[in-house]
């Protein structure tokens, strides 16, 4: 929990009391269900949730915004994301049931109301619109933009992002990378916003890892 607390000030009492819950729930959860590298797990604080919490450094979620996490996994960045964003609404998806299923204990033990999780493919969620896609090193850039594509609305809701001190944001997919992202991004036929998120927390472990944002 220290390490959140030397980069965000600002939690109410009862995201302290979400976040702090994290680490007995994961390990517990991490002994029945390997979600989290059992080398990582000590560190879950930094190398998971601060981690995750990176975009929040970065966009400020509005109200209302809709947001969906591709291939969630064990619920990063989601979780700590809708600690984090209250008033916003997130959509985990992962094609592998046994995950959410420790997301969704996560998720009702810490009382988060604005979280909802679906065992499909990215590809099979055809009713919903969002805002923002997020996913962490889960495919290539290319890949994953054409999984997200057909999912990010069109025109900016009323409730769209600000980039802080960089003025408004399109919707658009949000990822978090790490080493050399030349090629990748080469192949993707993209062309990304991209922060180091070492600038952000100054900590060897996001040295050579990376905010990506492709807006629509």
């Given at each position: 929990?220290?390490?959140?607390?030397?980069?965000?000030?600002?939690?109410?009492?009862?995201?302290?009391?979400?976040?702090?819950?994290?680490?007995?729930?994961y390990?517990?959860?991490?002994?029945?269900?390997?979600?989290i590298?059992?080398?990582?797990?000590?560190?879950l604080?930094?190398?998971?949730?601060?981690?995750?919490l990176?975009?929040?450094?970065?966009?400020?979620?509005?109200?209302?915004?809709?947001?969906?996490?591709l291939?969630a996994?064990?619920?990063?960045?989601?979780?700590?994301?809708?600690i984090?964003?209250?008033?916003?609404?997130?959509?985990?998806?992962?094609?592998?049931?046994?995950?959410?299923?420790?997301?969704?204990?996560?998720?009702?033990?810490?009382?988060?109301?604005?979280?909802?999780?679906?065992?499909?493919?990215?590809?099979?969620?055809?009713?919903?619109?969002?805002?923002?896609?997020v996913?962490?090193?889960?495919?290539?850039?290319?890949?994953?933009?054409?999984?997200?594509?057909?999912?990010?609305?069109?025109?900016?809701?009323?409730?769209?992002?600000?980039?802080?001190?960089k003025?408004?944001?399109?919707?658009?997919?949000?990822?978090?990378?790490?080493?050399?992202?030349?090629?990748?991004?080469?192949?993707?036929?993209?062309?990304?916003?991209?922060?180091?998120?070492?600038?952000?927390?100054?900590?060897?472990?996001f040295?050579?890892?990376?905010?990506?944002?492709?807006?629509?």
């Amino acid at each position: 929990m220290d390490v959140l607390q030397r980069y965000f000030d600002d939690f109410t009492p009862v995201q302290l009391e979400q976040f702090k819950a994290l680490e007995g729930l994961y390990k517990d959860w991490n002994e029945k269900i390997n979600v989290i590298s059992r080398k990582d797990i000590d560190g879950l604080y930094e190398k998971h949730v601060l981690h995750s919490l990176s975009i929040a450094a970065v966009f400020n979620f509005q109200p209302g915004t809709q947001v969906v996490d591709l291939g969630a996994g064990g619920g990063f960045p989601g979780v700590p994301l809708a600690i984090f964003f209250p008033g916003v609404t997130f959509l985990l998806v992962d094609s592998i049931g046994k995950k959410l299923k420790v997301v969704d204990a996560v998720s009702e033990a810490i009382g988060l109301k604005n979280l909802q999780t679906r065992h499909c493919r990215i590809e099979d969620v055809k009713d919903k619109k969002f805002d923002f896609v997020v996913s962490r090193a889960v495919a290539p850039l290319k890949d994953l933009w054409q999984w997200s594509k057909p999912l990010i609305r069109k025109d900016p809701a009323k409730h769209t992002t600000r980039l802080i001190e960089k003025g408004d944001h399109a919707p658009g997919l949000i990822c978090l990378k790490g080493g050399d992202l030349t090629e990748e991004i080469f192949e993707s036929g993209t062309r990304p916003h991209i922060m180091a998120i070492n600038d952000l927390f100054p900590e060897p472990f996001f040295e050579e890892k990376y905010l990506v944002y492709v807006p629509k």
